[in-house]
């Protein structure tokens, strides 16, 4: 680091690169946090001393090419299973977007360089926390967001410091981040009131983490059993619906005196569950003949819920359009409610301007010709014996407070994805958000992916089981409690504008206590 630092003074262009690649290395799979908020302090010092808000956006642009570079490196590997498109154009796809998303740091750059006096100090630290905030939630939304990894996430190695999300938000807490990595840039200078403050506060969180733990489950209560069949993306073509029919089966365990839910993961179940489709829809078989045997699976008082595609077909049974939804089917084979997913992948579940692309040789990366069409938000599923169950489906979990149906709170959110398309470092990565989401909305969640990482988590955000990445198997425990409703549940993300708002408040309060 003190050789990227001086070398910074020479070359800031290419010292701001690669402090961004650096930074990545601070979210899972590494979890190097310090090193994350060590190339944070540094870049913010390029930053303030660049000549121009010419020469300040462009460090900022260059930090976030390097950082979204490598740190969503896993999306090339969606690509190995779309035979329309070669392999290999998934690096240039990675690197595509990390073009694009580097506009982001890039504007809080600007923002803060625009703003500063002299040496950086508190001020220039907060403003710069506050532009954070402010760009990181328009990551998050605009041209349907890209929500993924928000600086906050970091934090879980030091839970307590993360459960600061259940007060604020992961937004704001991304906007406290920098400004704990602009107390190392105070430190640094001999100023060391910001570095206490930042310090002490870093330092309580982590140890509240000792006597705050969110209550046990009730050890005789429902259960929750998660199935993960390690079963890849390129082996779950149609031919091989029986053989993963077989293997989730296997290990949907044995029906017992108390009541479990069963959750199956996205993407597995071959299938169609729901009645009403034309007989060529189903490839051979009844919805009611595979109800009834995912019902054998089932006690008297279990229910399953699965992942699978709803279709619909117009008057001359010809498939108009389809979605990527989640089933509840109970012991006697009845189909419950289902709910369909409503923040659909752009390129994955839908081709954005088809017109365009298409003619570009550019295709979905899910298999077929025909993109899904979105449901109408957050819900919760009502099971009897289960109560309340929200669902969000796979992407769906890395939005920050959109994830519940604030009508109906659900005792426990479930998340079924597919991350079989996302590499190495990839699901390690959801996994983190998925515990975000808990803290942040006081809710335990269990996950059920077809190769992993499949999880049960508590409301705090702990990890209560897991099965690991590319490891068939199963978890089953008592379904944790949920905890009364975090400040952040009930105020949403207003709190990241009045977090920054704060931030700015503070910034010009010191700027006035120095003349």
């Known amino acids: 680091m003190p050789f990227l630092l001086s070398a910074g003074k020479r070359f800031p262009a290419l010292a701001c690169l690669l402090l961004g690649a650096l930074a990545a290395c601070g979210f899972a799979p590494l979890g190097l946090w310090p090193l994350t908020l060590a190339c944070i302090a540094g870049w913010m010092a390029l930053v303030h001393d660049a000549h121009s808000i010419r020469g300040a956006l462009w460090r900022g642009w260059l930090f976030g090419l390097g950082h979204f570079t490598i740190n969503d490196n896993w999306i090339q ?25 580097a506009v982001y740091p890039m504007a809080a750059a600007g923002v803060a360089w625009r703003l500063r006096r002299g040496r950086p100090d508190t ?8 532009a954070w905030i402010a760009t990181e939630w328009l990551r998050g939304h605009l041209f349907t967001g890209y929500a993924w990894d928000p600086l906050g996430v970091v934090w879980l190695p030091l839970i307590g410091v993360a459960r600061l999300s259940a007060l604020v938000g992961t937004y704001a807490l991304s906007g406290l981040t920098m400004v704990a990595a602009g107390a190392l840039l105070m430190a640094a200078q001999r100023r060391w009131r910001l570095p206490v403050i930042a310090g002490g506060t870093v330092a309580f969180a982590a140890l509240s983490a000792l006597w705050t733990n969110a209550p046990a489950a009730d050890p005789h209560g429902v259960r929750v059993r998660a199935v993960q069949p390690n079963i890849g993306q390129q082996d779950r073509s149609d031919d091989d619906g ?6 989730l089966a296997r290990l949907s365990g044995t029906p017992g005196a108390t009541p479990r839910l069963v959750v199956w993961p996205e993407g597995v179940l071959r299938d169609y569950v729901e009645d009403g489709y034309p007989p060529i829809a189903y ?12 019902a054998a699976l089932l006690g008297p008082r279990d229910v399953l ?11 001359r049974e010809r498939l108009t359009t389809a979605g990527n939804s989640v089933f509840a089917i109970d012991a006697a084979g009845r189909l419950g409610q289902r ?14 301007m088809p017109w365009l692309l298409r003619r570009l040789g550019l295709a979905r990366l899910v298999p077929g010709d025909m993109d899904f069409t979105p449901g109408p938000g957050p819900a919760a599923i009502a099971l009897p014996g289960f109560g309340a169950i929200g669902v969000q489906i796979c992407y769906e979990i890395i ?3 959109e994830v519940i149906d604030e009508a109906h709170r659900p005792r426990l959110l479930f998340n079924p994805s597919n991350d079989a398309w996302f590499g190495t470092w990839g699901p390690p990565q959801h996994l983190a958000q998925a515990r975000m989401r808990a803290i942040e ?7 059920a992916t077809p190769t992993g990482i499949s999880a049960l988590i508590a409301a705090d955000g702990r990890l209560l089981a897991t099965v690991p990445h590319e490891t068939a198997g199963a978890l089953e425990a008592p379904i944790p409690p949920a905890l009364a409703p975090t400040l952040f549940a009930r105020v949403g993300n207003a709190m990241a504008a009045i977090v920054a708002a704060l931030m700015i408040g503070l910034a010009v309060a010191t700027r006035r206590q120095r003349r």
Do not use: C
């Not at 001020?123 to 506050?130: C, E, K, R």
């Open 242 to 247: 029986a053989r993963v029919f077989a293997a």
């Open 305 to 315: 819920m699965t992942g699978g595609d709803s279709l619909v077909f117009d008057a």
């Open 339 to 352: 709910y369909d997913k409503a923040h659909l992948v752009p390129y994955g579940e839908y081709l954005p």
């Open 399 to 401: 939005f920050s407070g």
């Open 283 to 294: 490839g051979g078989t009844t919805p009611e003949r595979t109800r009834q045997r995912i």
């Open 77 to 101: 590997h969606a690509f190995d299973f779309q035979d329309a498109m070669p392999p290999v154009l998934g690096y240039f796809a990675a690197v595509g977007l990390a073009l694009y998303l």
């Open 123 to 130: 001020a220039y630290v907060l403003v710069f926390g506050a």
């Open 441 to 447: 909305e006081g809710l335990p969640i269990v996950r």
